[in-house]
């Protein structure tokens, strides 16, 4: 990555990402491959007004070796040294929380889906504290990726090994709004202030169900909770500084009902699940409930998935993407769920997101569950959109909506139908 763009990078993350403010503390998780970024993200956050920096590396080849080598009992007693440092600076501190991911989709895939969920479940429980900060939106956060060589080659892999990093790079650097003789700063507050104005647009309707079609076979009925608010873009409002979760991010957002989900929906790109693919699948839902699962690969760890408690049995988020997006138009299958689920329609299984219904981060698990919102150890994104995904919405009184058409979130209609409610 050339140094001129990589410095754009790293004051994008710090600036728009978690926008650090004076006095503040940051803690950077990052992927060993990312050091040159990671290097320049603690100046930029240094720049910026940051009292103290952290950093936290990664490495997933070492990481595989030793989930390859060593028990899951084992692992646990490193997982759970590592959470203490997160717990003291995120969840206690409040310090911004910076990820820089660098993954290599597919590497665990040798790894027993046992074994695997035992110390995924095991380090999502020693990490509530943080989860809780990140869902809740009262700490600053963002995730961020970067290129590397065994990725490029599985993203490209029929280009040279250094052309396909080359092109990932570019690719990478695309879906940020990085470009050549271009301000990215003000390429993003541009971007937030579209998706704001389609969030207020959808939060003024208070629609009661979304139903999905398309030609692959999803025909979905999603009932929304009551008092839902449309998110996307900057966050705002939330006790903290403004800031921007994940870079890149070309979604709206809301909040199922956990009860009011019915009918199939189809998977349209893989999920790269801590390192282990899950490709073609489909999900049948009755009452909320995933009823019915099949895959062409990676049954068994959608299945793990799924069998991780209630709430990984429900969906916690449904997230509109138009299809004429940056990333889709890329045509560039990342195997990264940050980038590939900002080329389309995703739900999540597991947990809400308390922030996408009134008065939610204040919200007991009891009143929670009663207005719908659901709750898991998991929040796992997986994408159905499509170029020819429909959705319709209905509103209290019955009235129905074009909020996507072939594919494409459908302001004009939104807008129209609005007006004309009013009048």
Not at 6 to 26: H, P, R, S, T, W
Not at 29 to 44: I, P, Q, T, Y
Not at 239 to 252: K, T
Not at 386 to 400: A, L
Request: some cysteine.
């Amino acid at each position: 990555m050339k140094s001129k763009y990589l410095q754009q990078y790293a004051k994008l993350i710090a600036k728009i990402g978690v926008n650090v403010q004076k006095d503040q503390e940051v803690l950077l998780v990052s992927n060993v491959e990312a050091v040159k970024l990671a290097r320049l993200v603690v100046n930029e956050c240094y720049a910026l007004g940051a009292k103290k920096v952290r950093i936290q590396w990664t490495d997933d080849l070492a990481t595989h070796t030793v989930y390859q080598n060593e028990s899951a009992e084992s692992v646990k007693d490193y997982l759970k040294y590592v959470a203490e440092e997160r717990i003291e600076l995120v969840a206690k501190k409040k310090a911004c929380y910076i990820r820089i991911l660098s993954d290599i989709p597919g590497l665990f895939s040798d790894v027993a889906p046992e074994k695997m969920s035992a110390i995924t479940t095991y380090n999502r429980a020693l990490l509530k504290p943080v989860i809780k900060r990140v869902i809740d939106s009262t700490v600053q956060w963002t995730i961020a990726g970067y290129p590397n060589i065994e990725w490029a080659k599985i993203v490209f892999p029929d280009l040279k090994p250094k052309l396909a990093l080359k092109k990932l790079t570019r690719a990478i650097l695309d879906t940020c709004r990085i470009k050549k003789n271009q301000d990215a700063i003000q390429n993003w507050e541009l971007h937030n202030r579209n998706l704001h104005e389609i969030c207020a647009h959808l939060n003024k309707y208070q629609f009661t169900n979304l139903h999905f079609v398309n030609s692959l076979g999803t025909d979905l009925n999603v009932g929304l909770v009551d008092n839902h608010i449309w998110l996307g873009g900057k966050e705002e409002g939330m006790g903290v500084p403004e800031y921007n979760p994940n870079l890149p991010s070309e979604e709206v957002f809301c909040m199922p009902h956990k009860y009011h989900v019915n009918g199939t929906v189809v998977s349209t790109k893989p999920l790269n699940y801590n390192g282990q693919l899950i490709n073609n699948f489909k999900l049948t839902f009755k009452d909320g409930e995933i009823v019915k699962h099949e895959a062409q690969q990676g049954g068994d760890v959608l299945k793990k998935i799924i069998d991780t408690d209630a709430g990984s049995k429900r969906i916690g988020e449904v997230a509109l993407v138009s299809y004429n997006s940056p990333i889709s138009n890329s045509g560039v299958l990342f195997f990264e769920t940050l980038y590939d689920e900002n080329a389309s329609c995703h739900l999540a299984i597991g947990s809400s997101y308390p922030i996408n219904v009134v008065k939610g981060t204040k919200m007991s698990k009891h009143k929670k569950d009663k207005v719908g919102a659901n709750t898991s150890a998991l929040h796992i994104d997986f994408m159905f959109g499509s170029k020819d995904m429909n959705c319709v919405g209905t509103t209290k009184s019955g009235q129905k909506v074009q909020i996507m058409k072939d594919g494409e979130i459908d302001l004009k209609s939104i807008s129209t139908t609005e007006k004309a409610i009013k009048d």
